[in-house]
T-cell receptor, first 111, second 115 residues
């Protein structure tokens, strides 16, 4: 399957701690995006990183991309209860005309 | 609020029936995408339309069809419904369909329950 795979499937941490989620994929990509989904709601775009970029920041979010290992990580620093959600990576595979979403990481921030 | 609207929010129907889900994209977005999210399959891309024309096809069943109208709203038609079609159906829109590098803005979804 070309689908990205997130790791871990579920993560529970204390408020204030950092959360790291990983995404691996199998074929060459043009870009990789991270989305957040609150329970039963629509997905919200967080950040896009292109295949020629290695790191990107947006507020408390830091995304890295290692194309040699075909993997990406999303770091949320100083987590808050409002960060509780599922996080998905989505890849735009070269030659494909669609975004392929992983199964997601379910993040729980405990107060 | 993403600016993408979907109706209805919830839909309960019986097997064998047909339903229509509606989506209005963000103002100015020409591209509409449909996704199905279920517990066992995750988020699956179904189909994309750009300015009224089909642009890309994903894992869409033959029982499903979609279209995009001149006012850019889109409808997803699901027929001969089966229990396994129960899922959340999302619509998303974006400005540029040329590449998937464009941010997609998701609607709140329609929860379909087939009994």
């Amino acid at each position: 399957s070309q689908q990205g795979e997130e790791d871990p499937q579920a993560l529970s941490i204390q408020e204030g701690e950092n959360a790291t989620m990983n995404c691996s994929y199998k074929t060459s990509i043009n870009n990789l995006q991270w989305y957040r989904q609150n329970s039963g709601r629509g997905l919200v775009h967080l950040i896009l990183i292109r295949s020629n970029e290695r790191e990107k920041h947006s507020g408390r979010l830091r995304v890295t991309l290692d194309t040699s290992k075909k993997s990406s990580s999303l770091l949320i620093t100083a987590s808050r209860a409002a960060d509780t959600a599922s996080y998905f990576c989505a890849t735009d595979f070269q030659g494909a005309q669609k975004l392929v979403f992983g199964q997601g990481t379910r993040l729980t921030i405990n107060p | 609020d993403s600016g993408v609207t979907q109706t209805p929010k919830h839909l309960i129907t019986a097997t064998g029936q047909r339903v229509t889900l509606r989506c209005s994209p963000r103002s100015g977005d020409l591209s509409v995408y449909w996704y199905q999210q279920s517990l066992d399959q995750g988020l699956q891309f179904l189909i994309q339309y750009y300015n009224g024309e089909e642009r890309a096809k994903g894992n869409i069943l033959e029982r499903f069809s979609a279209q995009q109208f001149p006012d850019l709203h889109s409808e997803l038609n699901l027929s001969s419904l089966e229990l396994g079609d129960s899922a959340l159906y999302f619509c998303a829109s974006s400005v540029d369909p040329g590449t998937m590098s464009d941010t997609q803005y998701f609607g709140p979804g329609t929860r379909l329950t087939v009994l």
